[in-house]
């Protein structure tokens, strides 16, 4: 598990409130259509071409025997934002090195036998339920990532697509150059450092608000 600080929202009365129904219509349509277009020209800064016998990434070599399908590059393109949505609710307020921690956490999660082995998956990770429509549901407060089923709104707001602009650029940095820290090599867990769950693992090292642990 992954014990972080909940996601708090000011319950003040706030200009759009006092808005008209119609203006605070408009506001909305106008501010998701900004983050949608924001996060649709991130994903399109990802140039990826074939080169002999490697996988060429905005310009960095990555091995690889075959060429990559469509289908794969889409899968990469949707991994790296899994892991930028995950560096952000979990580390936006962090610096460079707190969010490189939680990316790196994430991507010691695929490569670990007791967690799945794909960046969204390990992400969205956890108990789920079915609804009437057939749908299934992350059981609330119960995902690995605790952002993602606290029961409060996921999308990511306007005022902050230049922090997610920033995560996007550090999950490319982990995913694509693997970018690590070397002391985070085994470190699987971590928590807030306001709260103390009595975890028997190693404690491998405290970075910013967050203290990682083994996974022994």
Partial sequence: MVLNSKRTFNKEKTMEQR??????????LLGTFCVTWALLALSDQINISYDRGSVVVNGNYITDPQQPTKTEIAKLRQELDCL??????????????GKIAVAQVTMNR?????FPNSVCEVVYQGPTYQTWKDEQHPIRNRCQFSWYC?????NIPPVN?????????????????EVRLPKLQRAVYYHADYVNPGWKNKKVAKIGR???YSDS
Avoid: M
Avoid at 20 to 26: A, C, I, S, T
Avoid at 85 to 94: Q, V
Avoid at 110 to 114: F, G, P, R, W, Y
């Fill in 110 to 114: 695929v490569e670990h036998e007791k």
């Fill in 84 to 97: 930028a949505r995950n560096i952000y609710w979990e580390a936006r307020s962090e610096s460079t090195q």
């Fill in 19 to 28: 808005l008209p129904k119609w203006e605070r219509l408009v506001t909305f």
């Fill in 210 to 212: 967050h203290i990682f």
């Fill in 150 to 154: 606290d029961g409060l709104s996921d």
């Fill in 161 to 177: 697509i230049s922090i997610f602009k920033e995560c996007y650029d550090i999950a490319k940095k982990v995913l694509l150059q």
